[in-house]
């Protein structure tokens, strides 16, 4: 397998996008650092910690660490990308998937909430990048993926059909984290580094643990999608040469696109 014998770090992997891409890069020979913060589950109807995703992944045959971090916190990715080199011995791949939302408009968010979204939205991918690169550059290159999302699409202007939806500082930070991904991969191309870095957004919003506990009716049961489409682009974005960076990519037109 073209895969056989990285290693990779997926933030946000307990559960939802960030567990499905990593026990698929798992099962094709990836060894993965599996990082966020949960070790328990807070909820039954929420199922997944850190290693209980390690756990499939060497339960079918793949290498797997379990790393608990909170990205919002600088030492803690620090600490990520060092326990994953001294595991594994290398840094091959970094996919960028923690985020969280609240909802409410500029006036509604209480200050501390809009510090937590930047701290995890965009500020954390930038440093994780910051910190992994090196390591990538020792190795002879590698690729970053960094999970963005429909709502970073422009909305245009007035008049509009109907009212805002969602967080705006979400999508302020989404978009940021695009021309962020756009810039970094122009710097990465001219300085020979052979690290490609692209974005990965779903096409439509994906009933994860994170997307449908944080709205949930607490008597209703919680019936889940696997992000597969997500989790086989991400291989394939990682299968391409290094010249292949840049882009904005949508999972499941990816997918169709390459018979995946």
Known sequence: MALEGKVAIVTGASRGIGADIARHLGGLGVAVAVAARSEQEPDPRLPGTIHSVVQEIEDAGGRALAVRTNVRYIEDTQALVDA????????????????????????????????????IDLRAPIVLCRQAIPHMRAGGGGHIINVSSNAARPIGAAPYERPRTGSFIYSAFKAGLNRFNEQLARDLHYDGSRISCNVLSPMGRLKTPGNL????????????????????????????????????????????????
């Open 213 to 260: 506990y944080a709205g949930r009716d607490h008597g209703d049961p919680l019936e889940f999608e696997v992000a597969e489409a997500m989790a086989k682009a991400t291989a394939w974005i990682c299968e391409q040469p290094p010249e292949f960076s840049g882009h904005v990519l949508w999972d499941q037109e990816l997918c169709d696109a390459q018979g995946l």
């Open 84 to 119: 994953t080199v001294a595991e594994f011995g290398r840094l091959d791949i970094l996919v960028n998937n923690a985020g969280i939302t609240f909802q409410g408009g500029v006036e509604e968010i209480p200050l501390e909430r809009l510090e937590l979204i930047w701290q």
